[in-house]
Structures are given as C-alpha cells and as structure tokens.
C-alpha cells in the first residue's frame, strides 16, 4: 500500500470513529521543502520551495447543531468543538488553533461557516521543518472553502493558515510554506515573491533528485529564536531606512552601514545574498546544473550559519559530511527555520538511492543524531482527494 493509500484509510478510519458513519469528502495539503531562499518571505524576498509528497488530510461531512467538531488522530484524543458563526478564541493546544485560527479569519473575510465534522491524520514529521503546522492549516481553508462555497484561491487558503499561525499559535512566520502548500504544481518548485505574492512554477529536470535528511533534532519554532530573527531583520530594514530587507543590495548594504550593529549587519547580508542566490537557482535547476547548485547551497547553509545563526553544531557536521558523500554529484544544505530539523539535498536522479543508503549507513555511527533519509517528489499544492 502507498503511504498516500495508507493516510486516506487512516483520515477515513479517524471520522468513522469520531461521527459513526463514513466521512463525505477528503482534503490534502502537502508538506514543503525549501530549495533555497531561506528566511527571506518576512523579508519581503524571493523563496523556492517545492511541495511534497508527505502530506495532512481531512475528512469531511456535515455537521450539527451550528459546531464545527475537529478530531486528530495523531494528536490528543480529546477533539474540539466550537461554535462556527460565534466569536472563535484560542484554545490551549496548538493543533487545534490551527484550526480555530483559519475559522476566524475566515469570518473576518465575511465567509458564512457551516457545521461540519472534521477528521484530521497526518504522515509528515512533525517538528521537522516540513511544514505539518503549514499544511494542516492549509487543508482547513480548504476544507472550511469547500463546504461554505467561498470563492477562496491559493494564496488566499495560504494567508487564512499564516494569520492562524501568527495570531492563534504566535509564530511570527512568513508565507512561504503556505503558499508551497496550497499552490505547489507536480514536478515543480515554486518560486514566490513575497511581496507581490507572484508565483512561478520552475521546472526541476529529470536528472534531479531531491533528498531529505531528517536530523532527528527537532524543535519548536515558538520556543526557537524564530520570532526573534524577524525582529532583527526588522530593526535592520529600519536602519537602512527601507520597508522590508528585500530593498536592499549589496552595495547599500556596506556603504550606509555606519554603526549598524555587527549581528545586525550580517542579518542583513544573509537576506540580500540569500536573494541573489534564488535568482541563480532557477536556471541551475531547470538545466542539472549540479556544479552551480551545489557551490549555492554550501554558500546559502554558510550564510545561515555565520551571518543568520540559525544552524546548529551537530548540523553543520553532518551537512559537511554528507557534502563529502555527494562530492560532485550535488548540493547539501539546512533547510526550514533551523535550530536543528532537516537538510535538504538536490543530487543526480540516477545516483539518488546510492546516495540515501550512505547516508544512513555513515551517519549511524554519529553520536546524539538518528538519521533517516529519502527522496521525495515534488508534488501538487492542497487538492481535493479522489479516494
Ligand atoms: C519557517 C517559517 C517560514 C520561513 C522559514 C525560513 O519555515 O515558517 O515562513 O521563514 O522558516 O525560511
């Protein structure tokens, strides 16, 4: 059975013990990896995620009574239960403020909530800096879309699960997973301004793969220094007298240093070269150019160890020693928030599995770190299932 196949019988299974019959529709909205343009979609800047075949699911059928009921088969047993045109107030677990968040913010845009029953099962780490919390949000703008008939795109199912994640669950994170998730294309990456919200689906050749590492070192962006980064890149973009880090260059960014702070100073350079770094990724990508990939990624994970801080000892080792198993073959870096998580690797496709089978053999005899790893296809955005 595929692990997709495996999570519809899980989500299917989940609402016929919650509800007592079988569910009316099933949602889907993967998890994201990050190519590269990492912590640049706060900044205003340039990201090039790829959605996954990992991915949250929701069964879905009508309600009673005016409540929308929400069951999780991979977290507390206890469900949720809220009114779905009352004021909805955060709950105390973060899970069910994913949920609670998007319903609010779906109100705020005038959007009619009806009951439903909902039922959600997973099959991303959690944790990882795949993006579940992204995802899960995601599926419940579609859900909440579908059964209400609101006129809802992409990026708007993308904004309602960030707002959740701002303000329900208070990670100040950007927008970049959730526009990977709602509006990833098969076979593709994609590359968003964040500004603009602008997309474009860049082609990844056939002759590429892509590898997740899971560290085994997991985090939470809440408790991270997530939140405070974006304060620094903030107070930066201040500094330089712009609105957003995305405005500045190279050149600007030295002459009118004067007495920026040092970590302030290298926030910024993180952000400005991270930027140039996605633009040349996007030919690299499309033509297997592996030379150029793989000189991007070592400089963007330098990047975010030196100037942003956001690695970690363990990961920068075990970066440098899967670059020594890729050689020339591809690039490695972190990928996500940081803080631990996964590394993200873009090798030949025909060396792939080689590739994984040394790394997990290798990193075996690692101290403190389990490490899994596997290719994973680039996959379509949220989507109603066919099951
Ligand atoms: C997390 C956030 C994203 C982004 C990345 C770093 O995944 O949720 O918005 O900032 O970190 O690139």
Known sequence: MTHRKALIDRVATAYREAYGEPPEQIVGAPGRVNLIGEHCDYNDGLVLPCAIDRE????????SDGAIRVRSADFSKDGDAFVANAPVVPADTDWK?????VAHFMQ?????????NLAIAGNLPIGVGLSSSASLGVAVALALALRSGADLKCADFAHLAQQAENDFVGCACGI???????CGEAGTALLVDCRSLERRAIPIADGLAIVIIDSGIRRTLTDSPFNARRSECEAAAAHYGIPALRDLDTETLVRQRSDLDDALFRRARHVVTEIDRVHEAIDALATTDLTTLSELMRASHRSLRDDFEVSIPPIDALVSSIAAIVGDRGGVRMTGAGFGGCLVAIVAAEAADEICGRIIEESSGMADISTSAAIYEPSAGARLIDW
């Open 176 to 182: 970049m997973d959730q526009m990977a998730s709602a």
């Open 56 to 63: 949250t699911m929701i069964a879905i059928g009508a309600g």
């Open 108 to 116: 705020r845009r005038g959007i009619d909530l009806p009951s439903v």
């Open 97 to 101: 403020n994913h949920v609670r968040g």
